[in-house]
């Protein structure tokens, strides 16, 4: 058997170990340079984490639900995760999990009487989990439930506040793309600077 010289060897070597350090540098750096940089320029907001400020401070990501408390507030949809970005999950439990329904049946019982409603009334948003265990939005009809608890915790007229719902109310993206949907967090800050700006409670 002939010996392949081991000069053929190196002159095929390099050339190989020169397109990969190439392809590299262009496809692993070059490209997520590139989209970082035009993220940044085409999507300003939403390339630094969509972030909402008051007074100054960073409060939350409207990309990210957060937990609210008290008849003052909009509440958002239960998390399986805490509300945690690093520990995004559902409940992972089967649409006939006794477990499941229970908690649902027992949450939709809860959330009638803080508002005030037959339990029928309660829409599915606001006693169901979502998949990410973040998600910022609740549905119109959920946002509209809330309207007087919060107004009368407030002092405030429940015809301004469901206006407030109103305008914070998104379409479907695109106009065809997911529901409408109501961004809490970004409900409550406004809420809060209204409250602030006339000396409401």
Do not use: C, K
Request: no cysteine; glycine share 12%.
């Amino acid at each position: 058997m002939t010996d392949i010289p081991s000069s053929h060897s190196t002159g095929v070597l390099r050339p190989a170990l020169g397109l990969a350090l190439i392809a590299l540098l262009v496809a692993g750096l070059g490209y997520a340079l590139l989209a970082t940089g035009l993220g940044r320029v085409l999507f300003p907001v939403q390339a630094q984490g969509s972030l909402l400020e008051r007074d100054g401070r960073i409060v939350g990501s409207s990309l990210v639900g957060q937990p609210f408390a008290g008849a003052r507030w909009f509440v958002p949809r239960p998390s399986a995760a805490g509300y945690d970005p690093m520990a995004m999950a559902g409940s992972n439990l089967a649409r006939g999990n006794p477990t499941l329904l229970a908690e649902i049946a027992a949450a939709r019982r809860a959330i009638a009487a803080r508002e005030g409603v037959a339990a029928v009334d309660v829409p599915d948003a606001l006693i169901t989990r979502s998949g990410s265990g973040i998600d910022p939005h609740i549905g119109p009809a959920a946002a509209r439930l809330q309207v007087a608890r919060v107004a009368a915790a407030r002092g405030l007229d429940p015809a301004w506040v469901q206006a407030l719902v109103d305008a914070h109310t998104q379409g479907p993206t695109f106009g065809l793309l997911g529901a409408a949907r109501v961004n809490v967090l970004a409900l409550n800050l406004a809420l809060e600077a209204h409250t602030q700006a006339t000396g409401a409670q």
